[in-house]
Structure formats: C-alpha cells, structure tokens
C-alpha cells in the first residue's frame, strides 16, 4: 500500500516552455501532497503544500507564479513549471500523506526535468 | 532557521558489520522522527519513524532517539551491499493539523564494500 506514482519520470524541454508534472496516490487518498525540488547532491528542499480543493502554501523564496499547484482531487496533485528555464533544471519529487497515517510522506519515484 | 544536521560522509563500512548514521535537530519542539533511504538517481522510500525516546527495531535496522539531546540515529546491523545509499534523517516541524512538513538533513552516503 501507499504508492505514489509521478509522470511523467523525465522531460527535456526547451526554455520558455511550461511542463506539467502529475502526482498520484494510487491505493490511498491523500490528504496533503508535498512537492520538493533536489539538485545534485544536496538534500531536499520543501517547494510546497497543497491541501484538496484548497490553494498550495509555497515556501519563502519559491515563486508561486512560476509554480503553478492544482490539488483537484484526494489522489492528483499537479505542479506546472511555466516559461521554464535552464537553473529550474532538477530532480522534483512529490509525497503524499494519507488519512490513516497522517505524518508518514510517501514520496513518488520523481521527474527529472532538463531545460535546455 | 529549523536545522537538521548529518554528517555527509562517505560512510564506509566492511559487509556484516554495523553501520552507525547520526543526526542532529535545532527545533527542540520535534516530535516526529523519520530515516529515509534514497538510491542515487531515485527518489527517498522510508525506512523507520520513532517518535518516542528510546529504541526503535525493525528488522536490521533500529532508530534511537534522544530528545533532550536532540539527537536521532539509524543502526544498520549486518550491513550489505545492497544498503549502499545515501541516509536522509527527516524531522517533522509542522504545527500540527494537517500541516506536517519535514526538514531533511543533507544526508549521508553509506557505502558498504563486499
């Protein structure tokens, strides 16, 4: 149980362009869905939260107009990278939380996105 | 700034011995403790929660944590090869509710050689 998928697993696009990037929880419903970002070796960084039916709450420093979240339903959450640029290059990674264990994230397998 | 502190390593240890991770936090109103294991190239698949102090086993792996020294770490007994990862420790800093965020240390990279 708890297995969140993400697609798509990797995308290369040119700058300018916007990606979506889906977040599911396949056998749960999940009450909160995360998405971080990670660079090469280092850890990883919270971008935002995002509650059904409810606005994301993005962290300082990340641009929300750049970051677009849709949380339409209890299992999809969408981020879209808009007028995506080379530095927005990374691995991003989403994790949900479930009803009956509210403080376990299970993460998805991540996308990797590479502006070009 | 709410911190959580590993040592980045490498962490290399010889196959069936003890691997020893450690971890420290900054907040000292955590409550919530999390290991995860993240391959190179994948994403973090969580491997223990301790939220008490004290130990915590499962399987081959055991969690202990020490709240007034705000201190967390993961034993891997019987290391194998296929434990060769980098160990991220996770703390939950959220005000409750449905806000559950975590912190993640930078990890450490364990390498267990055959």
């Known amino acids: 149980g708890a297995v969140v998928s993400q697609h798509p697993s990797w995308v290369i696009c040119k700058s300018g362009t916007s990606v979506k990037i889906e977040c599911r929880s396949l056998d749960f419903q999940a009450t909160t869905m995360f998405w971080y970002r990670q660079f090469p070796k280092q850890s990883l960084m919270l971008m935002a939260t995002?509650?059904?039916?409810?606005?994301?709450?993005?962290e300082q420093g990340v641009e929300k107009d750049k970051f677009l979240i849709n949380h339409a339903s209890l299992t999809l959450s969408t981020l879209t990278v808009t007028s995506a640029h080379p530095e927005d290059s990374s691995f991003y990674i989403c994790s949900a939380i479930g009803m009956t264990s509210q403080e376990t994230q299970y993460f998805g397998p991540g996308t990797r996105l590479l502006v070009l | 700034q709410k911190e959580v502190e590993q040592n980045s390593g490498p962490l290399s240890v010889p196959e069936g011995a003890i691997a020893s991770l450690n971890c420290t936090y900054s907040?000292?109103?955590?409550?919530?403790f999390f290991w995860y294991r993240q391959y190179s190239g994948k994403s973090p698949e969580l491997i223990m929660s301790?939220?008490?102090?004290g130990d915590k086993e499962d399987g081959r792996f055991t969690a202990q944590l020490n709240k007034a020294s705000q201190y967390v770490s993961l034993l891997i007994r019987d290391s194998q090869p296929s434990d060769s990862a980098t160990y991220l420790c996770?703390?939950?800093?959220?005000?409750?509710?449905?806000?559950?965020?975590?912190?993640f240390g930078k990890g450490t990279l364990l390498t267990v050689n055959p």
């Open positions: 995002s509650n059904e039916g409810s606005k994301a709450t993005y």
């Open positions: 996770a703390v939950n800093n959220g005000s409750g509710g449905s806000n559950y965020k975590l912190t």
């Open positions: 907040d000292r109103g955590s409550q919530s």
């Open positions: 301790i939220y008490s102090n």
